[in-house]
């Protein structure tokens, strides 16, 4: 590895502007501040998504004036029997439909610890950090749990917080940099359509709106360390040169973001030439959100299923989507059952531009709308297809 | 459900509720201090190449089943035990086989390379009796070959036999004073004083040839503890004693035991039985007890113990008088000829008549009558006998211990059994049950030695001339009878004082130094035997030595070849191995190379005749390697291997190294139906019942099977049967054909056995008397992740089983008020056991169950049986001479954590060592067959407050009287012919006819010529 050759007092300075109309402080000290204050952010979204809410929480959420959770008790509900179906509703959600760990979303294997996780896991490790330390219910979750994922993020970000007070702008940059490279190549990378899941299938609002107000979060935490990274007068060449080999092998996160795709890209071409063959193949792409653009839960396809009268038992979710379709072939039903997907998926999409809109600057990135949304198109052109195919073996 | 969205947020407002958080917050928990990153030193690796991240599928995207075979020198994998880290691994598989049953399925070692230990043992692809798939047994081995109990290093004692005094010696001194005492006992003709007694030999060939060289009669086995009832009935019917079916091709499944979870081949076995039912075959499963297996058939039937050859006669009775039996066959190769001429002389020796005979013969045999005696429904009887009509020559069936082994009379069960394979034709058929032998191959050794003349009566008694085979059990009574004693005694893998009945009159004969005046246990660990030997040596477990061994799986002949992995590793990786305690953990040795050192210093100068047999064949005059012995057996007697090695660019020896196993033949079927040629026919003579007899040489064969077989007479050699006109090879019996009356057994005493037929066992349910709680104890089943004495080292499958409670009906319990877990004591006719209760409808009512597997122990807190399995114990003997009768043995206490280099032993949580029977049953010895017939009836009652769970008690002169009582029924040698036994039978480690001629009797007029290895 090349020596650091830059003389010491021209060690770099986070330097201080207004970032497309976010803010970030003058001085290490402030910046301190807002590191501090983001660790807490993150801090509050891993505590609530770690495991069911416990009372304080919701007594903070409902009495400070700074939560933006809108949190309304409803009329008729004391705050213990609230608190109960708030529990509730967590465990019917992320317990039993919509699972809170990215390589269910990230990858199409469509199961717990796979290559994905060790990645997450992998990164952690590389930044010091360990999650069975962890205290509390998050140290036994998966790395790729969402409030593990969360509960990284304020490690950091309180680390940076604790390098910038005491004036070590160089680790201070390689922790930012280390953020919004974990914000790009993991959190948002399958947020968005575990949002679309959870708004979906939420029955109270608590959880929709906590799940929007998180995303539009990171959309402005990853634009906030962009602009921090962005702001550096330093040649970025000499950083690179002293930035800790443990920390990453690589500090190109574009091109670690384009080989995941390509890794994916590859698997799905892999699947297309898998025995799977016919409907099941049309099974297996629907049950796998990289592919389908949405996650359509064991909840999703027993609604499915009762909406159109037929008869579906509770499975694994490709068996229950493989039954879904052989039931609908039986009672010639199939029509209706890519029209009923074909308002989902509609729905889904309506669902995404409304996120979206929440937070205007995501426009600007690709993490949120735009791979979701190419899919979840490609997904509707597909069902426009089937029903086509199907009333031409009609006329046949 | 759609969703109204928020209205847009300022970054700020989101940092303020952050610190919100953070106020209330922030002492609640810190996030963790930043950790240092370990540093993952590289493995270094003998080359030096790199690690690559091993593939996780495939080329073509599927996973792997096993590794491909083409990287099995180097292959990489993510060390299972580092998960969820992702750290390769470099491994070199190697090959070897299973010894923790008979099965011999094959294993793969994964040998680290950095480090030359054993990872794991996997499933072998290879294999074609396996197949790539074990039972809990196969990995286990790992657990054997790293535990911290195992003896490694030669032991001699020091002080009293027993006394559990012990010093290490060297593998000279063991081996110069074991050799002096054999040369002695040669020198001065005292040729069957030396004995060695094997319980699982795990091997072919081997060691016959070492006993022979040696020109002793001295080989002893377990045998008649085992499968001498079952070897026995099928041997009545056609000279070969075991039952090969071919279960994924048929129809109808018959078992009579739990073959699914236990029993012989027990895996290669399972995995056919479940492809032939989910092609569609049925099973039935006669067991008094619900065993795994019986609850995956379609017919359980919870026979009485001793009523299963009434139902299968029964079955038989309903395929004759609805005429669902093959006729066609029956008429071609049932010997009813000869059944007519000698039995009914005066009607016309026609078929016709036969059947007419047959229909009479058996009427008597309704399904109501056997289900008097059985318990099992008659209606189900129908059943399966339609099933089995159906069925046809797709009907397959199973017998090797269960009833056979329970039983006096036991033999008289695989007897009717294959009699039912008899009528419906299905005889070496597709779906149908083979002889061992077709499916078995056994390869000739480069110089075989010529058979013994002698003859070992203390095997080989007169008590029972057709004894199949060794009365081994007897041995402690006939010492004790001064029939006889031995100079030197060989115990290897064998664990007699434990496995045996009887076990005490076993420790009161292998204590007295006049009987036995030197015995070496060659074993891989203490077990209750070796405790009362002079020398302990050390032997290699499955991964550790060299064997060949062929076993009839299915319908096919492979051989595999079991190799010390770690020896073959480092061969391969360029180091020089002098001998296998090289490659061994500590001084553990190998028996393959134990035996041709003590036979060089048997006979040093080569003047006995001996050391001309392991002088290699490569090499005059030098002593022979593994490498030389196998080398000649691969390119020399396995057909078609040569070819194979060739095409894959290797020596014979390479390749068996490499694949560890090889399939000879496939789909043997009707071996028997195979015309004779012209050529062999040439000058041949046909006597009065059709056998056909040459005189000319033998065909070449490098196929040692034993195999029954006619003496060679004044007329030549036996080598087929004349059927209706046409020569067929024929059955290797005396008549050529399937024996349905037994000439043999009308002539060697027993004229009322000469047909299949019944009779009430010792322990029927008739001589029971319930009011006095007298019940039959079934004591022979296996516990599916245990193998008798062997796997008391094994740690998981310790943990998996650690219990063997009594079984016993809830209608039983209930009457004796009696339920789960409470004490009882079960009284045998020599004494008594405690065992605890389990109460299930899993065991017939008047049947009480107990499996042999625990109960392991030892006499001191730190040596004996390995720790993870035994209970301390205290054995007392007779009282205040400690020279009585009486024995007593206590438990102090069962399995508990111990300190070891195994950080596992300090977590043993299981704490039942079980209880030991087998002490508490005399020695039942089969008159006909020579089994141990091994049901007893016990007498139940509560334990009484002075008893703990797993005492014993004996009165040995009670156990010698028993033996007594049962000897005197069995009817000794008086054959005319004036031979100790049927030459044509099989005899392990057959001598030469001459030693055949009974002390006192008249030699034939013409002695039969030796039976010459061609």
Known sequence: MRKPDYPENTEPALISSEVKGQISGSTPVEQSGEAEARSGVYRLYSHLFACEMELEELAFLRQSPETLVRVTRPAEKDQESWLKDLRVEYARLFLLNVYPFESIYASSELMLNTEETEQVREFYLANG???????????????????????????????????????????????????????????????????????????????????????????????????????????????????????????????????????????????????????????????????????????????????????????????????????????????????????????????????????????????????????????????????????????? | MTFEANKAKNFKDFLKQGRAFLALNSTVEAPPTPVTRPQIAPAVAPDERPLQQPPTRMPNGELAHYPPSDQWDDFL?????????????????????????????????????????????EGNPAHPGSRGRNCAKGPATLNQVYDPERILYPMKRVGQRGSGQWERVSWDVALEDIAGRIRKALVEDRKTEVMYHVGRPGEDGYMERVLQSWGIDGHNSHTNICSAGGRFGYAAWMGMDRPSPDYGNSRFILLISAHLESGHYFNPHAQRIMEGKMAGAKIAVMDPRLSNTASMADYWMPTRPGSEAAVLLAIGNILIQEGRFNQEYLRKWVNWEQFMQEEQPDLPPTFEEFVKLLKKLYAAYTPQFAEAESGVAADMICQVAREIGRAGSAFSSHNWRAAAAGNLGGWLVPRALFFLNVLTGSIGTEGGTSANVWNKFVPKPFMEPPKQKVWNNLSWPQEYPLAHHEMSFLLPHFLKEGRGKLAMYFTRVYNPVWTNPDGFTWIEALKNEQWVECHAALTPTWNETSWLADYVLPMGHGSERHDTHSYETHSAQWIAFRQPVLRVAMEKLGRKVEDTREANPGEVWEEDEFWIELSWRIDPDGSLGVRKFFESPYRPGQKISMDEYYRYIFENSIPGLPDAAQGEGLTPLEYMRKYGAFEIKQGIRVPYEKQLTAEELEGSYVDEIGVIWSKKPRPHSTDITPKPAQPVGLNGSAIGVMVEGVAYAGFPTPSGRLEFFSKTLKEWGWPEYSLPTFERSHVDWHSMDKAANEFTLIPTFRLPTLIHTRSGNAKWLNEISHSNPVWINPADSERMKLTTGDLVRVNTEIGYFVGKLWVTNGIAPGVVACSHHMGRWRLTEQNGTDRWVSGLVDIQQGGESKEGSQWKLTQLKGVEPFKSEDPDSARIWWTDAGVHQNLTFPVHPDPVSGAHCWHQKVVLEKARPSDHHGDVYVDTVKSHQVYKNWLALARPAQHPSGLRRPLWMLRPYKPDPSAYIRPGGTAPAKLPQPDKPS
């Open chain 2, 77 to 121: 994998e993510y060390d299972a035990k580092l998960w969820p880290k992702k750290v390769p691994r470099r491994y070199m598989l190697v090959p070897t086989t299973c010894f923790n049953c008979e099965s011999a399925c094959g294993l793969l070692a994964y040998i680290d390379k950095d480090t030359l230990k054993v990872r794991k043992f």
């Open chain 1, 129 to 396: 950090f360990k999650l069975l330390q962890a205290k509390g219910p998050v140290g036994r979750l998966l790395p790729d749990h969402l409030a593990a994922e969360l509960y990284f993020m304020e490690f950091v970000a309180k680390r940076q917080a604790q390098a910038l007070s005491e004036g070590n702008l160089k680790e201070a940059f390689f922790l930012v940099n280390s953020q919004s490279d974990f914000l790009r190549e993991h959190l948002l990378s399958w947020l968005p359509v575990f949002a679309l899941a959870v708004i979906s299938n939420s029955r109270e609002d608590f959880y929709r709106e906590l799940i929007g107000e998180i995303l539009a979060f990171l959309e402005a935490d990853l634009q906030y360390l962009t602009g921090l990274l962005a702001n550096i007068s330093l040649n970025q060449e000499l950083f690179i040169s002293e930035y800790p080999s443990h920390f990453r092998k690589t500090l190109a996160p574009q091109n670690l973001a384009l080989a995941k795709e390509a890794k994916l890209a590859k698997e799905l071409v892999d699947q297309e030439d898998s025995s799977e063959l016919g409907f099941k193949r049309l099974v297996r792409r629907l049950v796998t959100p990289v592919e389908s653009g949405f996650y359509l839960t064991k909840e999703d396809m027993y609604n499915l299923g009762r909406t159109m009268r037929l008869p579906l038992g509770v499975g694994d979710r490709f068996q229950m989507l493989q039954s879904l379709f052989e039931a609908a072939a039986q009672f010639e039903l199939l029509p209706a059952l890519f029209q009923e997907l074909t308002k989902f998926t509609e729905d889904t999409i309506s669902n995404l531009k409304k996120l979206e809109e929440e937070n205007s600057s995501s426009r600007n990135t690709k993490y949120l709308g735009g791979v979701w949304e190419t899919r979840l198109k490609t997904t509707l052109k597909l069902f426009e297809e089937m029903k086509q195919a199907l009333v031409d073996l009609v006329r046949l």
